[in-house]
């Protein structure tokens, strides 16, 4: 399987910080990878594909970069709505997906 | 606009089987890959397997000798049985699409079903 690890698990941020969170994979994923968000309750939705695509309707203040076996995801200005559990996940091999552990940024 | 819609058993006993089902409208049936995804309470995700409109499936080796995913493209519907559960079966489970060529997950479940095991 491969791995992916996020850092750091929780993250302290206020409004309007530029933050970004980092994930690993355990081996070269080239740029298979996707961004999802959560909240509390609810189910995980994409915020970016193939490492740095943004998916339609989500602000631009997301952003993703990497390839390879690291990857970053950045929030410009830090809004309210934002403070959620981050998720990355691989799929460079479907044998199996993966995710990683999760970041959950959290007001500061 | 997608949406899909699941349901099953919230409460089972050890050695039982989970079952669920996922019932999809507003988009097509046919261009997508269906999956299951779960997660532990406090915890992170994980992928339990998928399935296409003509019965393809992939699933996680760690659970592979205990799920079937199955198809219904009658009803535009896919559902998820997990036989044989313990106490680390206990998981919100959520049904997901994602397209044949990309193994990112575009559309999600409401907000999952709780499955708890428990004696």
């Known amino acids: 399987d491969i791995q992916m690890t996020q850092s750091p698990s929780t993250l302290s941020a206020s409004v309007g910080e530029r933050v970004t969170l980092t994930c690993r994979a355990s081996?070269?994923?080239?740029?298979?990878l996707a961004w999802y968000q959560q909240k509390p309750g609810k189910a995980p939705k994409l915020l970016i594909y193939?490492?740095?695509n943004l998916e339609s309707g989500v602000p631009s203040r997301f952003s993703g970069s990497g390839s390879g076996t690291e990857f970053t995801l950045t929030i410009s200005s830090l809004q309210p709505d934002d403070f959620a559990t981050y998720y990355c996940?691989?799929?460079?091999?479907?044998?199996?997906?993966?995710f990683g552990g999760g970041t959950k940024v959290e007001i500061k | 606009q997608v949406q899909l819609h699941q349901w099953g058993a919230g409460l089972l006993k050890p050695s039982e089987t989970l079952s669920l089902t996922c019932a999809v409208s507003?988009?097509?049936?046919?261009?997508?890959?269906w999956s299951w995804i779960r997660q532990p309470p406090g915890k992170g995700l994980e992928w339990i397997g998928e399935?296409?409109?003509?019965?393809?499936?992939n699933y996680n080796p760690s659970l592979r000798s205990r799920v079937t995913i199955s198809v219904d493209t009658s009803k535009n519907q896919f559902s998820l049985k997990l036989y044989s559960v313990t106490a680390a079966d206990t998981a919100v489970y959520f049904c997901?699409?994602?397209?044949?060529?990309?193994?990112?997950?575009?559309?999600?479940g409401g907000q999952g079903t709780l499955a708890t095991v428990s004696s």
């Open positions: 996940q691989q799929y460079d091999s479907y044998s199996p997906l993966t």
């Open positions: 081996q070269s994923i080239s740029s298979w």
């Open positions: 193939q490492a740095s």
């Open positions: 507003g988009g097509s049936f046919t261009d997508y890959y």
């Open positions: 399935i296409n409109h003509s019965g393809t499936t």
């Open positions: 997901a699409r994602r397209s044949m060529i990309r193994g990112f997950f575009s559309h999600f």
